[in-house]
């Protein structure tokens, strides 16, 4: 598998609704959020505030990731 590459991404929650997002512990960035990636690390952000990270691999397997150029 391809590593992600360090930059800054749109993340969208995968689950359809707040409560399944809720369940998967994505409550924070449902339905979606800002997200940089780098080092490995993916930093998730809500009106400039950090809302939640997990690593790279992670964000990457459960979210929708749009770069933004």
């Given at each position: 598998m391809?590593?992600?590459e360090d930059g800054q991404y749109i993340a969208i929650?995968?689950?359809r609704n707040a409560l399944a997002a809720a369940m998967n512990g994505?409550?924070?960035v449902f339905p979606e959020a800002r997200?940089?990636?780098a080092?490995?690390?993916a930093v998730f952000?809500?009106?400039g505030t950090m809302v939640w990270s997990c690593?790279?691999?992670y964000a990457e397997a459960n979210f929708n990731l749009k770069p933004i150029a």
């Open positions: 391809k590593k992600i929650c995968k689950e994505h409550a924070a997200c940089t990636i080092n490995g690390q952000k809500r009106d690593n790279a691999a």
